[in-house]
Structure formats: C-alpha cells, structure tokens
C-alpha cells in the first residue's frame, strides 16, 4: 500500500523567513497530494492541494511543487508569519474522491516572532 | 450548519469494555473515514467507506470494525478495547467524487486504562 514519509518532524523559523517541508510517495498511482494544517486542539483542515497532471501550485504566501518521477512534493511558505505556527501534514491518495488518503507523520513548524 | 459531529468528545475505558464512537455528518458526501492521531506518527487511516453499503480496512484496522448503513453514519466499534487503542480518533469525509478534500470532526479522545 501507499507509504508517505516526511521531514522535517519539527521546523524552527525566524518570523519572515521561508519554510519548506519534503514528503516522498511510494504508490506511483496516487495523483492527488493535499496538505493539511492542524492548529493546537483543532481538527486538520486543507490548506492547499495539487494533482498529479500540475507540477506546482501556488496561493498567496502557500505553494506546493510536485515532482512525479522522483515521486517527491514540497510545501513552501514564504514570509512566515507567527500564526502559520502549527503541525503541517502531507497526504497522497488515488483517484479524484480522497479514497484512502494517506499521511505523513507531519511537521510541527514554530514561527519565532 | 454542523458538518460532521462526532461523540463522545472524550472518554475513558477499562481495558475489555466494547466501545463505540459515533460519527454523523450532514454534508451527503459519499466516502467517509477514521483515522487515529498518535504523536509521532500522523494520522493513520483504519477503515474507510467509499459508498454506503461498503467498507474496507485501512493501515491499522486490527481490533476495530466499522459499518455504513446509510450515507450520514460511520460508527468505529472497538470490542474490546486495549491500552495501545489510546488516541485521538478523527472521523472524516469527502464527496468522493470531484474532490479529495477531507473534511474532519472534532476528534474523539480515547483513554484506555
């Protein structure tokens, strides 16, 4: 089945800078890869997503690269602010209804004032 | 407008004891879902449905079951229930259809003694 691996498992960063969090995907069929954030004691919500036939997708200060091939997809924020602190998680999944959607093992990211 | 409602928001549990979890939603999307939230380890798919009448089992699907009856209800039953059962379960669910996004209840914490 799908196995999807990310790094960092926390991300320190200076208010302003840029974040970047790495997941890999083994299942060379998934075609759908969303991002989840999850603020301290709330449920995961999406925060941005990219299918398999977009190679990146970008939302004001959020954008996500995704490399087929290497079977590797990237979440960027620039110009991080302190409320962009929370758990980030990657997920992949098959098909275009989020059928078994797997994640990664998510990044606490903290954004220092 | 409630989305998906899970209960009990918070429960505690002698090892042994059956335990059901609830989860309704309102939305008449198609496909519904558990997962466990664990720390460290993300958010792990134990069964899903894609349509009401069927199920299928996820990453971790040992010692619990589920069933879909109707579109709105995905119960999680635990028979009997074990200490490493302990976790934050979260109930999901997506139209299945155009789009993979996942919607999450509030969660479900689970303390097994």
């Known amino acids: 089945g799908e196995n999807v691996e990310q790094h960092p498992s926390t991300l320190s960063v200076q208010e302003g800078d840029s974040a970047v969090i790495k997941c890999t995907y083994s299942d060379s069929a998934s075609n759908y890869f969303p991002w989840y954030k999850q603020e301290l004691g709330k449920r995961p919500q999406l925060i941005i997503d990219?299918?398999?036939?977009?190679g990146e997708k970008k939302d004001q200060r959020i954008a996500v690269t995704l490399n087929k091939t290497a079977k590797h997809f990237s979440l960027h924020i620039t110009e991080t602010q302190p409320e962009d602190s929370a758990v980030y998680f990657c997920a992949a999944s098959i098909g275009t209804g989020g059928f078994k959607t797997i994640f990664g093992a998510g990044t606490r990211l903290f954004v220092k004032a | 407008i409630a989305g998906i409602t899970q209960a009990p928001t918070s429960q505690i549990l002698a090892a042994g004891r059956r335990m059901t979890l609830r989860c309704t939603q309102d939305?008449?999307?198609?496909?519904m879902y558990w997962y466990r939230q664990d720390l460290g380890l993300g958010l792990r798919l134990i069964h899903y449905s894609n349509t009401a009448g069927t199920t299928g089992k996820g990453e971790v699907p040992d010692g619990y079951s589920v069933s879909r009856a109707n579109t709105d209800d995905f119960p999680l039953t635990l028979a009997s229930a074990v200490p490493s059962q302990t976790s934050v379960y979260f109930c999901?669910?997506?139209?299945?259809?155009?789009?993979?996004?996942?919607?999450f209840g509030e969660g479900s914490r689970l303390t097994v003694l």
């Open positions: 999901a669910s997506s139209d299945g259809l155009y789009t993979g996004e996942l919607f």
């Open positions: 990219i299918r398999s036939n977009v």
């Open positions: 939305m008449r999307h198609n496909a």
